[in-house]
């Protein structure tokens, strides 16, 4: 049975319409089939979404570039969205030069007006740390705390 499910999923149906069948003619639809066959197949190879540069000059097709300071890990989960495929390359401490297809100049434009409308509303609405939170309290705890020379003379004034 489980054979049987291998030899469906692997096998190919052809079929050839001619006048008279010759041989060039089975010749050259089974080079059609291999090159059918062959395409699909790169495609399915061809990387999507996030990629190193590499892999992306490997497309053969014209990239451009735009430079993105920041949060990455935002653009690529919006990016993921606009199923789009693009590079980062690195060029400082949260500096990077996104690279993308031409092709896809339009999908980037979307996708990157969206990232920029997250990261101006993430500024906008910023809080503080919870570190940092918590040493503003404990810098005020200090502050308002009487340290222990200031106990003992009132102490003594006490006792007096």
């Not at 041989?23 to 990387?47: F, G, R, S, Y």
């Not at 400082?92 to 996104?98: A, I, V």
């Amino acid at each position: 049975m489980v054979f049987q499910e291998q030899i469906e999923r692997e096998s190919i149906g052809v079929t050839l319409k001619a006048s008279k069948l010759t041989a060039q003619v089975v010749a050259k639809a089974l080079t059609a089939i291999v090159d059918k066959i062959k395409k699909d197949h790169k495609e399915a190879e061809t990387p999507h979404g996030c990629q190193s540069v590499k892999k992306l000059m490997n497309h053969n097709c014209s990239t451009n570039t735009i430079p993105i300071e920041g949060d990455k890990g935002l653009f690529k989960k919006i990016a993921r969205k606009w199923n789009v495929d693009y590079a980062f390359h690195k060029t400082g401490k949260d500096k990077y030069l996104l690279l993308f297809k031409s092709g896809q100049a339009d999908a980037i434009t979307a996708c990157f007006s969206e990232y920029s409308a997250k990261v101006m509303e993430r500024a906008r609405n910023k809080r503080p740390s919870i570190m940092d939170v918590f040493r503003k309290a404990t810098e005020r705890a200090n502050r308002e705390q009487p340290t222990r020379n200031d106990r003992s003379r009132d102490r003594e004034v006490v006792r007096e």
